[in-house]
């Protein structure tokens, strides 16, 4: 395994600094420091995911979001969709999401991510939610529509085959 603050696997040297686990410290500088590192960290970790790497761009993001937790949304927002795609990654995947979509609750893009993580992982419940409440800022979201009709349509199929075919999801008929 890579040494503690090693570069994660494909990164440049240069980046070794930018995954590098933030500094305990309060001044000016240091703040500075951290927010420059967040910055270089978030940049190459857009470049993976620009090129759909998404496992090589996670430990970047991850970075930028250790190095400055509270400034930047988009750290959360990017981190999230790379940890959906991710086997497992669905908690932490929508803990990224809810958290982008705190630090800027007008960013209706970050919370199609998060219905778009709900459904993904197989709770269109909480996706149909989501999409309802952009459409209430958005009436005309044209992405928030479509995908609202699929979720209910899937709900619809679901709830269908449950009622005529219980067996197929572990009940007796």
């Excluded at 090693?6 to 240069?14: F, K, T």
């Excluded at 999230?80 to 990224?96: E, Y």
């Excluded at 991510?113 to 209430?136: F, M, R, S």
Aim: overall charge positive.
């Amino acid at each position: 395994p890579p040494a503690a603050g090693a570069a994660p696997a494909g990164a440049a040297a240069p980046a070794a600094a930018a995954a590098a686990p933030p500094q305990q410290s309060s001044s000016p500088d240091a703040s500075a420091q951290k927010t420059a590192l967040a910055q270089r960290a978030f940049v190459r970790g857009m470049q993976f995911f620009k090129e759909g790497e998404f496992d090589k761009a996670r430990p970047f993001f991850e970075a930028a979001i250790q190095n400055d937790p509270v400034n930047e949304p988009h750290y959360h927002h990017k981190y999230a969709i790379c940890l959906s795609r991710a086997k497992g990654g669905f908690t932490k995947a929508v803990d990224a999401a809810l958290k982008a979509c705190e630090m800027d609750v007008y960013n209706l893009e970050f919370k199609l991510t998060l219905g778009e993580i709900y459904e993904n992982a197989g709770v269109p419940t909480k996706a149909q939610q989501v999409y309802e409440d952009v459409l209430k800022w958005d009436p005309d979201n044209t992405k928030a529509k479509n995908k609202l009709k699929f979720v209910i349509e899937a709900n619809r199929k679901v709830g269908f085959l449950e009622k005529h075919m219980p067996s197929l999801f572990g009940k007796k008929g």
